[in-house]
């Protein structure tokens, strides 16, 4: 099985759901000499299947997938925010009907999960991670019975240890500065605080696994010092959202380059989990969103789609870390060569 140890290159592109991880970027960056990623998250067992299949195309190296680990919610505090989600989308009416959009009703949603664990059974890859929560136990079992290493994303050290507790081959360690959604195991978690290379530091104090800082990495200096705290390579997606081979929005892409933009914030108006956005008018003006995802994803979805098709970057999400202002208009290898120095 894969290890982060493995890499010429100790480069790992993040998984970001919703567009930018293209089969095409996750090639680059494998062919440059890390490992890339696909995000399975909000995809269909089936569309995921036929990015395997273009990526396979594209690389003969190894790459990975990524999944949402489902979070079902059924006692009284899930039962107070779905009516607080009901009152969300009610204040979110104005908008969507300048845009002419339904918002529509909340339901029940695993993600695909289990067909998605059967294809990556089925048709295995090297590589499969997994966020907003622990795979289980069971689900760890079955990728390493195929061959597959399994790295699991955590936010803390509690984390860390219960993940080692359940067979993982290594650690994906998401400080604050990570862009896009936190890795945490409940959407009501509060914000963790602790710095990329101060958590991975304490993570690889009590838990002997490999490795991987994830949360603000830009540059080859940011990769030299995670490995100098003890990380075996970095995973970045900020740094990848710029070049050619990403499927970022235009709308993204314009922000990333707006000097209107000057801060981040991590929030959960657009989808009901903490992420780390660009701050604009919609994180201004909801700053005590539900805390329910998928809920909230699926309530504002045609209202963040239509504002991205409009270029009004005031009313969609901008998922970006906090060294943004560094990300470049280069090919996804150049980055790499960027990164490792």
């Given at each position: 099985?894969?290890?982060?140890?493995?890499?010429?290159?100790?480069?790992?592109a993040a998984p970001m759901a919703g567009g930018p991880s293209t089969p095409a970027l996750a090639a680059a960056v494998t062919d440059?000499?890390?490992?890339?990623?696909?995000?399975?998250?909000?995809?269909?067992?089936?569309?995921?299947?036929?990015?395997?299949?273009?990526?396979?195309?594209?690389?003969?190296?190894?790459?990975?997938?990524?999944?949402?680990?489902?979070?079902?919610?059924?006692?009284?505090?899930?039962?107070?925010?779905?009516?607080?989600?009901?009152?969300?989308?009610?204040?979110?009416?104005?908008?969507?009907?300048?845009?002419?959009?339904?918002?529509?009703?909340?339901?029940?949603?695993?993600?695909?999960?289990?067909?998605?664990?059967?294809?990556?059974?089925?048709?295995?890859?090297?590589?499969?991670?997994?966020?907003?929560?622990?795979?289980?136990?069971?689900?760890?079992?079955?990728?390493?019975?195929?061959?597959?290493?399994?790295?699991?994303?955590?936010?803390?050290?509690?984390?860390?240890?219960?993940?080692?507790?359940?067979?993982?081959?290594?650690?994906?360690?998401?400080?604050?500065?990570?862009?896009?959604?936190?890795?945490?195991?409940?959407?009501?978690?509060?914000?963790?605080?602790?710095?990329?290379?101060?958590?991975?530091?304490?993570?690889?104090?009590?838990?002997?696994?490999?490795?991987?800082?994830?949360?603000?990495?830009?540059?080859?200096?940011?990769?030299?010092?995670?490995?100098?705290?003890?990380?075996?390579?970095?995973?970045?997606?900020?740094?990848?959202?710029?070049?050619?081979?990403?499927?970022?929005?235009?709308?993204?892409?314009?922000?990333?380059?707006?000097?209107?933009?000057?801060?981040?914030?991590?929030?959960?108006?657009?989808?009901?989990?903490?992420?780390?956005?660009?701050?604009?008018?919609?994180?201004?003006?909801?700053?005590?969103?539900?805390?329910?995802?998928?809920?909230?994803?699926?309530?504002?979805?045609?209202?963040?789609?239509?504002?991205?098709?409009?270029?009004?970057?005031?009313?969609?999400?901008?998922?970006?870390?906090?060294?943004?202002?560094?990300?470049?208009?280069?090919?996804?290898?150049?980055?790499?060569?960027?990164?490792?120095?």
């Amino acid at each position: 099985m894969i290890t982060p140890s493995d890499l010429a290159v100790p480069v790992v592109a993040a998984p970001m759901a919703g567009g930018p991880s293209t089969p095409a970027l996750a090639a680059a960056v494998t062919d440059a000499g890390g490992v890339g990623f696909l995000a399975a998250g909000n995809k269909t067992a089936d569309a995921l299947a036929a990015q395997i299949a273009e990526t396979r195309t594209l690389t003969s190296g190894p790459f990975g997938v990524n999944l949402f680990v489902p979070e079902l919610r059924e006692d009284d505090a899930a039962r107070r925010e779905i009516k607080r989600v009901e009152a969300y989308r009610t204040a979110l009416t104005d908008w969507a009907d300048e845009y002419g959009v339904d918002l529509p009703l909340p339901h029940p949603d695993d993600d695909d999960w289990d067909a998605k664990l059967d294809l990556l059974e089925a048709d295995p890859v090297p590589v499969v991670s997994f966020t907003f929560g622990l795979p289980p136990a069971e689900a760890v079992l079955r990728l390493h019975a195929v061959g597959t290493a399994v790295w699991a994303s955590v936010t803390s050290v509690a984390d860390a240890v219960v993940a080692a507790s359940r067979g993982v081959n290594a650690l994906v360690v998401q400080g604050t500065e990570a862009g896009g959604h936190r890795a945490t195991a409940h959407c009501v978690d509060v914000a963790n605080d602790a710095s990329t290379i101060a958590l991975v530091a304490a993570v690889r104090w009590v838990v002997d696994l490999p490795v991987i800082a994830a949360g603000g990495i830009m540059d080859a200096a940011g990769v030299h010092d995670a490995i100098m705290a003890g990380a075996s390579a970095a995973q970045c997606g900020t740094a990848f959202l710029l070049t050619p081979e990403a499927g970022t929005s235009e709308v993204l892409r314009q922000a990333l380059v707006n000097d209107e933009f000057t801060d981040t914030v991590v929030t959960r108006a657009f989808t009901g989990r903490l992420a780390r956005s660009l701050a604009n008018r919609w994180t201004a003006e909801f700053t005590d969103a539900p805390a329910f995802y998928p809920a909230v994803h699926q309530v504002t979805s045609p209202l963040r789609a239509a504002a991205a098709q409009a270029g009004d970057a005031q009313r969609v999400h901008l998922w970006a870390g906090t060294g943004w202002r560094q990300a470049r208009t280069e090919p996804a290898a150049d980055v790499v060569a960027h990164l490792a120095g």
